[in-house]
């Protein structure tokens, strides 16, 4: 089964300090993707990666970037956390147009 | 741009029917649908491809009408396990990134 593990959980930080979320897939997925869940807008896509050192935007890559340097890990970073960044971050991976698998995601509050 | 899901919530005693539906503004190669329960990862149900098939899984099967750009969702007698938010996700042929609706947080009472 694969698994999908994101690193924290719940994450509270202040205004303007850099943060990073990591994400582990264990099934040797190539793609990877970062979305950002807010209710009443569902799940909008940050950036994703097909492949090691590549990234490409998604739908709302604004304040956010993102590293992948080995093919099981994919970060998302906030350069200078906002307030309008706290949200629930669902990090997936897949293999070709398979289905995504979800981590549990990570609760960020920026204060 | 996102699809657009209806409704946006709905209440049904066990036993009883819903349908939700996923509509877009752009050509679709596939339609995925997932399932989130509250403090859960979103999980996969199924994929429909272009063609206008039809599946199912026990008692969930969904449709995919792509000359519309509509897909719908059913779930028939439903049970207390059917509650969550079901989210449909769109390909409009990049085969690897999904745009999701804002969901449809379906509730079953006993």
């Known amino acids: 089964d694969v698994k999908v593990t994101q690193s924290s959980r719940y994450l509270v930080k202040r205004t303007g300090e850099k943060v990073f979320l990591e994400c582990v897939q264990d099934m040797d997925h190539e793609n990877m993707f970062w979305y950002r869940q807010d209710p009443g807008l569902g799940l909008r896509l940050i950036y994703f990666?097909?492949?090691?050192?590549?990234?490409e935007k998604g739908d709302i890559p604004e304040g956010y970037s993102v590293s992948r340097e080995k093919k099981e890990r994919f970060s998302l970073i906030l350069e200078s956390a906002s307030t309008n960044q706290t949200s629930m971050y669902l990090c997936?991976?897949?293999?070709?147009?398979?289905?995504?698998?979800f981590g549990n995601g990570t609760r960020l509050t920026v204060t | 741009q996102q699809p657009v899901q209806s409704p946006q919530a709905v209440i049904l005693r066990e036993g009883e029917d819903a349908v939700i539906n996923c509509s877009s503004s752009?050509?679709?190669?596939?339609v995925h649908w997932y399932r989130q329960k509250h403090g859960e990862a979103p999980v996969f149900l199924m994929i429909l491809l272009k063609g206008g098939e039809q599946k199912g899984h026990e008692k969930i099967s969904a449709s995919f009408n792509e000359k519309k750009q509509q897909s719908s969702l059913y779930l028939t007698a439903s049970q207390l396990s059917y509650s969550g938010t079901y989210f449909c996700g769109t390909d409009s042929g990049s085969a690897r990134q999904l745009t999701f609706g804002s969901g449809t947080q379906l509730t079953v009472l006993p």
């Open positions: 997936a991976s897949s293999m070709g147009g398979s289905p995504l698998h």
């Open positions: 752009k050509a679709l190669y596939s």
């Open positions: 990666s097909y492949d090691v050192k590549m990234k």
